[in-house]
């Protein structure tokens, strides 16, 4: 390792790794994590015919990564201990039967432990929060739920090596091309001197750090709000990364001042067919057809805004903005943003919900949604495909089947109505 006026006395060979493995000088200067010890958990073995496809692999990849801009520098450090990680593709391919309901996943994620420690989190890096509030108009209590959604305020960053998982993942995961990007951004972010490969550590999935970036969201979005030349999110200072994530919230269309949703009220007989991402209303118009705050009275004009109904019509309903899509750049689904939005307002001191979840019954798994589309479209109420996804053509199809049938028009997917189609 080179310092100004004297270099420590090393072999070439062993001063030309290292170098290598800090990263290119000419292109960042940044300096790297003290210390060399592997932080990651130890790679099960794999079978050495596996083992030996996955080398073989990685060696055409190269002249991939060797074109995107990597360095045979920065490649040979990088992969110096890459191997084919086989507990990584079991999680990539273990499919629950069932998912979670979203109270089951709510009762968690807005528990009243990680509500209490948010807060603490709030007075703790108060003076950092506020800051990055300052900058990217972004409310602390949103970025700190985030970061308690996705690593319970950093005690769960993940410990698995990124380069290692990425490039199981490209070479033999469910969607290579995707994993093969995101090993290629891993390798740019190791060449920028941000960290190096024995300390880029997180989920199986890739996904790294306090408020767990993946690689390609990271190259677009972290920051070094601390000023140190790092973009540090793997560290214990979560400052950089609280900060990547407001910056990347910011960047997807937060309006600072508009609730993600507000809770409301239906009235009797509402249209459920207004329901959904894609029809819109101001407030005020919603208010014309019945629909009030929770709390009482008439919800505020934050913008337009459409109603959510995540549990049909036997659950709570939400009046939901713009600030609910910037949410879903970071995780696409309602549950989740939901989750985030939930525990920020409870954070930031506001009350549970005021309607309860109805509670009965397990979701539908992707078989009993693919049976439910291909019913569907039998009797006459096409979903435009059968994937398991319950999107917009299902909602539609679901809302048509039901007032065909005289049943509350929610466009909610339960096992209630696939027995009804069962029968039909």
């Excluded at 060797?66 to 499919?95: F, H, S």
């Excluded at 089947?401 to 049943?407: D, E, I, S």
Aim: glycine share 10%; net charge positive.
């Amino acid at each position: 390792m080179t310092f100004p006026g004297k270099i420590i006395p090393l072999t070439f060979m062993a001063f030309s790794a290292l170098s290598a493995c800090a990263g290119p000088p000419e292109s960042s200067p940044r300096p790297m994590l003290k210390g060399s010890t592997p932080v990651a958990d130890p790679i099960p073995a794999a079978d050495p015919a596996t083992e030996a496809r996955f080398e073989a692999w990685l060696a055409q990849f190269k002249q991939r990564a060797l074109a995107n801009g990597i360095t045979e520098a920065t490649w040979n450090c990088a992969m110096a201990d890459a191997r084919y990680n086989p507990k990584v593709i079991e999680r990539d391919r273990y499919q629950s039967e069932f998912t979670k309901s979203i109270w089951d996943y709510l009762d968690s994620a807005v528990s009243p432990e990680r509500v209490a420690t948010g807060q603490q989190m709030l007075r703790q890096h108060a003076r950092e929060l506020n800051a990055i509030e300052r900058k990217y108009g972004v409310e602390k209590e949103v970025v700190v739920a985030i970061w308690g959604m996705e690593s319970r305020y950093g005690a769960y960053r993940g410990k698995t090596a990124i380069i290692p998982a990425l490039a199981t993942l490209a070479y033999d995961g469910r969607r290579g091309e995707f994993f093969a990007k995101q090993l290629i951004a891993a390798l740019k972010i190791i060449q920028s001197g941000d960290v190096d490969a024995r300390h880029m550590t997180g989920s199986w999935a890739g996904a790294m750090g306090h408020t767990q970036f993946i690689p390609t969201s990271y190259l677009a979005y972290a920051v070094d709000f601390t000023g140190d030349g790092k973009r540090d999110i793997w560290s214990d200072d979560p400052t950089d990364a609280l900060a990547s994530t407001a910056a990347y919230l910011a960047r997807s269309g937060w309006s600072k001042g508009q609730p993600w949703g507000v809770e409301v009220i239906l009235p009797s007989g509402f249209n459920y067919g207004l329901t959904g991402k894609g029809t819109k209303k101001s407030p005020s118009d919603w208010a014309k057809l019945g629909v009030r705050a929770a709390t009482g009275g008439t919800v505020p004009s934050y913008g337009e805004a459409s109603i959510l109904v995540p549990a049909g019509a036997k659950g709570p309903a939400f009046m939901i903005f713009g600030n609910f899509r910037a949410i879903s750049r970071y995780n696409a689904a309602d549950s989740y943003v939901i989750g985030v939005g939930h525990l920020s307002d409870r954070i930031a001191g506001k009350g549970p919900f005021v309607q309860d979840w109805p509670r009965t019954g397990k979701p539908l798994s992707e078989t009993q949604k693919v049976e439910l589309q291909e019913r569907l479209t039998a009797a006459g109420f096409d979903t435009d495909g059968t994937d398991g996804k319950i999107g917009a053509n299902t909602t539609k199809a679901i809302v048509a089947f039901q007032k065909a049938r005289g049943l509350p028009p929610d466009g909610y997917a339960t096992l209630e109505l696939l027995q009804v189609l069962r029968g039909s």
